[in-house]
């Protein structure tokens, strides 16, 4: 196995619910170790750059005001194959097609509004974790 690290959003409907704790003690009970982690309030100018692979297509403004309409938790987290474990603790991005056990099942109100964000490979978690962490910000 592979040590990695991946990039994780906790999104503005599960901080508005009050269940950042929860979805990080899943993401820990995944292993996954939480190396880096922060409460902020996204710009518009950070949603549209971080988001900005998406701006040709027709939900890009609703994710960018989603994205700004209250706090996220940025984080980085660090184990095993991180990446594709990460993606698999969070489910599918559609909850209705996530499995049982999963934070997007447990948690997402619907596709758009699904809790949680991760990388999708090592070279986006690295982008990703750049675009939000300087590297004395994040401990080994």
């Known amino acids: 196995m592979a040590l990695e690290r991946t990039f994780s959003i906790i999104k503005p409907d599960a901080t508005a619910r009050n269940i950042t704790g929860q979805i990080v003690a899943m993401l820990e009970g995944a292993g996954l170790r939480v190396v880096a ?3 902020i309030q996204m710009t518009r100018q950070q949603a549209e750059e971080f988001y900005g692979v998406h701006k040709e297509r027709p939900f890009f403004g ?7 309409s209250g706090p ?4 980085v987290l660090e184990g095993d194959n991180a990446i594709a474990r990460n993606r698999e603790v969070m489910g599918a991005t559609n909850p209705e097609d996530a499995a049982e056990g999963t934070i997007r ?5 619907n ?3 699904n809790s949680v964000h991760g ?3 090592p070279e986006t978690a ?3 974790i750049a675009y939000f962490f300087s590297g004395s910000e994040i401990t080994g």
């Open 37 to 39: 982690q922060k409460r």
């Open 72 to 75: 996220v938790v940025v984080q």
């Open 119 to 121: 990388s999708d490979a």
């Open 105 to 109: 099942k447990a948690f997402a109100e």
């Open 111 to 113: 596709i758009e509004r």
């Open 126 to 128: 690295a982008q990703e």
């Open 62 to 68: 609703d994710l960018c005001d989603f994205m700004t």
